[in-house]
């Protein structure tokens, strides 16, 4: 089980920067641009690829997560990195999949409005704006999750008097 939730988990990490990747991109590719057609079909790239990767592969990524955690060798109580992490994947999780997914849906609502009328509706600058606010903090806290997993810090205070590593090597 514990390689499952391994290989489960790298498929859920792929599917989700695969989709949020492609969304930057995309959006410095159309830029500033007041094409309505341009900005329509980019959108529809945009909740294609939300739906389809960026949020099963969070999902994916989080249940395989649990799963490993349930099957390793860790204790929450023991490693706070841990609880760190979970504490920012479940803010990515509520973020990503309750704030950040309908507001996707919405902006692609209203280009596709802005599309069929033929000029971009006021709404759309201030709501796409919004999202990427949202689309940049879940990346955020998602580099972040992922360097208390690599580096996997300890969060304990040096105790006075006595030498730290980083102490030692100054000569302190």
Do not use: C
Not at 166 to 172: S, Y
Request: hydrophobic fraction near 55%.
């Amino acid at each position: 089980m514990k390689k499952t939730a391994k290989f489960l988990h790298l498929i859920g990490l792929v599917m989700f920067l695969g989709g949020i990747l492609p969304s930057i991109v995309m959006n410095s590719v159309v830029g500033a641009s007041t094409d309505v057609v341009l900005i329509y079909h980019h959108r529809l790239f945009v909740s294609a690829i939300t739906w389809a990767l960026t949020i099963p592969g969070m999902w994916i990524q989080i249940v395989a997560g649990s799963l490993m955690v349930l099957a390793g060798k860790y204790r929450l109580i023991e490693h706070r990195w841990l609880i760190a992490k979970l504490v920012l994947v479940a803010l990515i999780l509520i973020n990503g999949t309750f704030i950040l997914a309908p507001l996707v849906s919405q902006v692609t609502n209203i280009a596709e409005q802005s599309a069929s009328q033929g000029q971009l509706l006021p709404t759309y600058m201030p709501l796409k704006a919004k999202e990427d606010m949202y689309g940049i903090a879940n990346f955020l806290m998602l580099v972040f999750a992922f360097l208390l997993a690599i580096y996997r810090p300890s969060f304990r205070r040096a105790q006075q008097g006595v030498p730290t590593e980083a102490t030692r090597e100054l000569g302190l």
